[in-house]
């Protein structure tokens, strides 16, 4: 029998690797009336977190959002979750992710893929 190796221990959490989208980048969030309410720091298939403009709780609360990549015009409307959040970053899980914004999140993280390994 192969000794487990101890690299191996640990276990990776996620579910999906997260993209970071780093200061130059500018994918704006914005709430269901068109208002900028964040500047998306890290995207995943599973979600996204942001520098939010305001505080968010966790509450359960599913929020209506639209990731606009600006450079592109590339529009993703997503519903999701808060997972986490302080002043400083709120991490929100996808809600019934449609096959449309699914297909628009895929474009931004292709385009930052590289760029978020640096």
Do not use: C, W
């Amino acid at each position: 029998m192969i000794e487990e190796m101890p690299e191996l221990k640990m276990i990776e959490k996620r579910r999906f690797e997260r993209i970071d989208l780093k200061e130059p980048a500018q994918v704006l969030v914005l709430d269901n009336k068109g208002r900028r309410v964040g500047t998306l720091r890290q995207l995943a298939r599973g979600g996204f977190s942001m520098e939010p403009e305001r505080m968010y709780e966790k509450d359960g609360k599913v929020h209506h959002f639209t990731i606009h990549e600006l450079a592109e015009d590339i529009r993703a409307d997503v519903s999701a979750r808060v997972r986490f959040a302080d002043n400083q970053l709120a991490g929100f899980e996808f809600v019934d992710l449609t096959p449309a914004a699914a297909v628009e999140l895929g474009i931004i993280i292709g385009k930052y893929y590289e760029t978020g390994k640096e």
